[in-house]
């Protein structure tokens, strides 16, 4: 008797426990298709208004009054040249740092310090960011306003503790193990760094770096505090050329009274925009996977 009712308790805790796992399924798809679905009704929403007005002239031409005649080349040229200028800051930078904090330093307070600011400078709005850049960039270095220079050092700095704490994490990762395995096959502390540490913890660290990416081909504050030109007219020909970018020159589409400018136009640099996130996005999904392949 007292078998057949620890039996039957038990089936009940198994449906139970089988009908919150369904529950919870459920719960964790619809939250998914949410964010999915709400995503590809606003790129096919944007893609439509962007039909007729996304073409080889688009692209090719300099901003104009007249919404036909309107041109994307200056602030797309002004935006690759930030983010490669970005990439080349943020990257050696980032990992730098990450290594020397994981592999060199202590467990010391002085290094808990110096996480623990890292990680509140990854919060702070990008506004702030800025204004150290107007201050130190454009006033003390005198690298003027609104240059190439002070644009990609400015979001570089925005984007940079990102950058340090998931190459921090990715760098953790690798199992202590092989960290020992390296030592004792008499290789130094940095060739174990140079040949096991980062081949295996690049995967993640390329990870970290494409989502850094992605949010500063995005950022405007940092662009307009250090008075970038929302309008350019000319391709910028060296690193200390006044610079646009695409998102400041889509919000100074979005601010004209023609209906034409208001959605044919910005819908065509906002799809550019995506274009040209997921093309940088994926060469770096492309470098990730090689190392995870030569990794493995």
């Known amino acids: 008797m007292a078998a057949d009712t620890s039996e039957a308790a038990d089936s009940e805790f198994g449906q139970v426990s089988r009908t919150k796992d369904t529950a919870f399924r459920l719960l964790a798809l619809a939250a998914t298709l949410v964010g999915i679905v709400s995503l590809a009704a606003l790129l096919a929403n944007v893609s439509v208004d962007a039909v007729g007005w996304l073409d080889w002239d688009f692209l090719t031409s300099p901003p104009h009054p007249d919404p036909f005649e309107a041109g994307f080349l200056p602030a797309l040229v002004g935006s690759i040249a930030i983010m490669l200028l970005i990439a080349l800051i943020t990257f050696p930078l980032g990992v730098g740092a990450a290594i020397y904090l994981e592999e060199y330093a202590g467990d010391g307070y002085l290094t808990k310090f110096i996480e623990l600011n890292i990680a509140n400078l990854a ?174």
């Open 123 to 296: 919060g702070v709005p990008s506004v702030v960011y800025g204004l150290l850049g107007l201050g130190l960039f454009v006033t003390l270095l005198d690298l003027g306003y609104g240059t190439i220079f002070v644009a990609a050092f400015t979001v570089a700095l925005l984007i940079l503790p990102i950058v340090i704490i998931s190459a921090q994490e990715a760098i953790r990762s690798v199992p202590d193990s092989q960290r020992q395995a390296s030592y004792g096959m008499g290789a130094t502390k940095w060739q174990t760094i140079r040949n096991v540490v980062l081949p295996r913890a690049m995967p993640g660290i390329m990870t970290g770096t494409i989502l850094a990416l992605g949010r500063a081909i995005g950022e405007t504050a940092p662009l307009i505090m250090i008075a970038a030109p929302t309008t350019v007219f000319g391709v910028p020909n060296s690193f200390l050329s006044k610079v646009s970018a695409m998102p400041l020159q889509i919000y100074n589409w979005s601010s004209y009274p023609e209906t034409e400018f208001q959605y044919g136009v910005v819908a065509a640099g906002v799809v550019t925009l995506l274009v040209v996130l997921l093309s940088i996005n994926s060469v770096a999904i492309l470098i990730r996977n090689r190392y995870q392949q030569d990794g493995t």
